[in-house]
Nanobody, 128 residues
Framework: AIQLQESGGGSVQPGESLRLSCTGSGFRFHLYPMSWLRQAPGKELEWVSNINSDGSRSEYDVSVKDRFTISRDNTKNTLYLQLNNLTTEDTALYYC?????????????????????WGQGTQVTVSP
């Protein structure tokens, strides 16, 4: 069965950093573009970043560009998201998902198409 498992979240202060990880199983991880998404309380699911299958290209939402870095290690079937200079606006539950290239970017489409494979997400809380 296809499974994705996120980890690495936590509670930090503004300006601090976190590194999220997502491990995939049950599918050929190295063949899939992958994305990170997030959902803040009371808000819609939001696409954050995408990386192509071999890790040579990536895209970011404007809200995180130059602060977050996506990467992957296909030998470990693992996707990463480095979160730097966090703000309270980054507080959300973060998910990883399979994707296309170029990325779909619409949060709802990810849940509709890939949501059954997602893990529980990893919580990032940024507060003073």
């Amino acid at each position: 069965a296809i499974q994705l498992q996120e980890s690495g979240g936590g509670s930090v202060q503004p300006g601090e950093s976190l590194r999220l990880s997502c491990t995939g199983s049950g599918f050929r991880f190295h063949l899939y573009p992958m994305s990170w998404l997030r959902q803040a309380p009371g808000k819609e699911l939001e696409w954050v970043s995408n990386i192509n299958s071999d890790g040579s290209r990536s895209e970011y939402d404007v809200s995180v560009k130059d602060r977050f870095t996506i990467s992957r290690d296909n030998t470990k079937n693992t996707l990463y998201l480095q979160l730097n200079n966090l703000t309270t606006e980054d507080t959300a539950l973060y998910y990883c998902s399979q994707d296309s290239w170029p990325p779909m970017r619409e949060g709802r489409r990810y849940r509709d198409i890939f949501g059954e494979y997602w893990g529980q997400g990893t919580q990032v809380t940024v507060s003073p």
